[in-house]
C-alpha cells in the first residue's frame, strides 16, 4: 500500500509562485515514476509533469516547460512540484501519483492522492 499527501496549494495572484509537496508512505519503490496531474473544472485530467524512481528522469507538458520543476527529496520521501510564474489557466485541482510504470498516462498511476487547490487569479 501507498499513501500520499498532497499539500501547498492556495490562491496566488499571476505572476506568484507555489510549491506543491507531496508525501509518500508505505511501501517504496525502486522503478516506475511519480508525476503531477490536475484538472480543471469540466475537464479532463492532465499530465503536468513526472520523474522516474530510477535515474531522476524528467518530462514535463509543453504548457509548464520552463516555468515548473519537479525534483524529490529521497530522505523525506517527498516529491515536489516548484510552480513559477503561475498563469490563471493554471486554476486546478492538483494531484500526484505514483506508477510501477515509466508513463505520462494517467491510466498508468495506479496511487493517486487526494488533491490540492491551486487558485490563480488575475
Known amino acids: 500500500q501507498v499513501q500520499l499527501v498532497e499539500s501547498g496549494g492556495g490562491l496566488v495572484q499571476a505572476g506568484g509562485s507555489l510549491r506543491l509537496s507531496c508525501a509518500a508512505s508505505g511501501r517504496t519503490f525502486s522503478t516506475g515514476s511519480m508525476g503531477w496531474f490536475r484538472q480543471a473544472p469540466g475537464k479532463e485530467r492532465e499530465f503536468v509533469a513526472r520523474i522516474t524512481w530510477n535515474g531522476d528522469n524528467t518530462v514535463y507538458a509543453d504548457f509548464v516547460k520552463g516555468r515548473f520543476t519537479i525534483f524529490r527529496d529521497n530522505a523525506k520521501n517527498t516529491v515536489y512540484l516548484q510552480m513559477n510564474s503561475l498563469k490563471p489557466e493554471d486554476t486546478a485541482v492538483y494531484y500526484c501519483?505514483?506508477?510501477?510504470?515509466?508513463?505520462?498516462?494517467?491510466?498508468?498511476?495506479?496511487?493517486w492522492g487526494q488533491g490540492t487547490q491551486v487558485t490563480v487569479s488575475l
Open positions: 501519483a505514483t506508477s510501477l510504470l515509466v508513463s505520462l498516462n494517467p491510466s498508468a498511476y495506479n496511487y
